[in-house]
């Protein structure tokens, strides 16, 4: 199937994607903040640069994006044009994501990933619940906690 928008404005929209200061980043930190929870964002000495870490708790919160690390969900669609470059493009993403994952573990840090689909879509989930299970997991001593709308 053809792309519905021109070369230019795909790459005009693909140039406008962050890494950093997502959207859904923002409003899970300030909703974190607003119950008492201090963290640094993006922390270079950790693998992976977690968006948000708790130093406190030993714990690091990933928000990722279902598109950019192939979530099995609804919002996730391997795209229908060139097809190898996002195919290595996002199996590598999937396969850096594994890696941080088992070295954040093997440094006794607590790992979230909050999805994207548990906030945006027809699926998504009420956000004060997707705060109060992220409460939850930050004052449980659970190694490994996720967020997702298909789950």
């Known amino acids: 199937m053809a792309d519905v928008v ?3 404005k795909r790459s005009e929209m ?3 994607i ?3 200061n997502t959207k859904p980043e923002v ?5 974190l903040f607003q119950l008492g929870y201090r963290y640094k964002i993006h922390d270079n000495n950790l693998p ?9 708790y030993h ?7 279902c598109f950019w690390h192939a979530h099995d969900c609804h919002l996730f669609k391997w795209p229908s044009t060139r097809i190898e470059f996002w195919h290595t493009k996002i199996t590598g993403n999937k396969e850096r994501d594994k890696r941080h994952l088992k070295s954040l573990l093997s440094s006794k840090w607590r790992v979230m990933t909050i999805w994207e689909c548990s906030l945006k879509g027809k699926y998504q989930l009420n956000f ?3 705060i109060q299970k992220t409460d939850q997991w930050l004052q449980s001593s659970n190694p490994i906690g996720e ?3 298909d789950k």
């Open 6 to 8: 021109s070369k230019n």
């Open 18 to 20: 962050q890494a950093k």
């Open 48 to 56: 992976g640069k977690p968006d948000l870490v708790f130093p406190k």
């Open 14 to 16: 693909m140039a406008g």
């Open 59 to 65: 714990a690091v919160i990933f928000i990722h994006g």
């Open 128 to 130: 004060e619940k997707i």
């Open 147 to 149: 967020i997702s709308a």
């Open 27 to 31: 409003i899970i930190r300030k909703a």
